[in-house]
């Protein structure tokens, strides 16, 4: 059973970068198959998909965000990090990371982390 | 981008009552692969989504056979048979046939 645990910066200040790491236990972060997103929810609102990176350490990023969005992995540590920049007030959300296999249902999420974006 | 609707948007049901919810898809789900890449989640109270059907039809390790989901194409409907308290929480359908992925905005769910 794959779990998921985000860790990060839970305050970030306007124009600075957030940056956020996903530890995956249970399970190899380099199976094939599998891809690693984020996802994030501002307080009291809907789901919004961030990005992903794949086993194969391709990416793919929210048009949305594209321009401020970097996904990487670091195999060693079995971890996969988000980094968003300039970020904003709009910024501020509860940050998911979670796990399911290519173009298909994410099947594993980490508890969120919420990340507020204040001066 | 796909846009996905939901209906309803609240839902307040009596425990052991059927309840319903609608997801509409501007596009079709329907892959040439033969897959449907619709979904649904379910957020309880403080917790992450879970997933409880995926490609239409098929529930997830876990999740009790009071949860149905059917549809085709761009109209897909999740069913409880008979909802129970732990049913709470806020519904999701999602699309994954494009990227990027789109969640529904969600149907809340409660107790009467």
């Known amino acids: 059973q794959l779990q998921l645990q985000e860790s990060g910066s839970g305050l970030v200040k306007p124009s600075q970068t957030l940056s956020l790491t996903c530890a995956v236990s249970?399970?190899?972060?380099?199976?094939?198959?599998?891809?690693w997103s984020w996802i994030r929810q501002p307080p009291g609102k809907g789901l919004e998909w961030i990005g992903y990176?794949?086993?194969?350490?391709?990416?793919y990023y929210n048009p949305s965000l594209k321009s401020r969005v970097t996904i990487s992995v670091d195999r060693s540590k079995n971890q996969f990090s988000l980094k968003l920049s300039s970020v904003t007030a709009a910024d501020t959300a509860v940050y998911y990371c979670?796990?399911?296999?290519?173009?298909?249902?994410?099947?594993?999420w980490g508890q969120g982390t919420l990340v507020t974006v204040s001066s | 981008d796909i846009v996905m609707t939901q209906t309803p948007l609240s839902l307040s049901v009596t425990p052991g009552q059927p309840a319903s919810i609608s997801c509409k898809s501007s596009?079709?789900?329907?892959?040439?692969?033969?897959?449907?890449?619709l979904y649904w989640y379910l957020q309880k109270p403080g917790q992450p989504p879970q997933l409880l059907i995926y490609?239409?039809?098929n529930r997830f390790s876990g999740v009790p056979d009071r949860f149905s989901g059917s549809g085709s194409g761009t109209d897909f409907t999740l069913k409880i048979s008979r909802v129970e308290a732990e049913d709470v929480g806020v519904y999701y359908c999602?699309?994954?046939?494009?990227?990027?992925?789109?969640f529904g905005p969600g149907t809340k769910v409660d107790i009467k």
């Open positions: 596009q079709s789900l329907l892959h040439s692969d033969g897959k449907t890449y």
């Open positions: 490609e239409v039809s």
């Open positions: 979670a796990g399911g296999p290519l173009a298909g249902p994410f099947d594993y």
């Open positions: 990176i794949y086993h194969s350490g391709s990416t």
């Open positions: 249970g399970g190899s972060i380099s199976s094939g198959g599998y891809s």
């Open positions: 999602m699309q994954s046939i494009q990227l990027p992925p789109i």
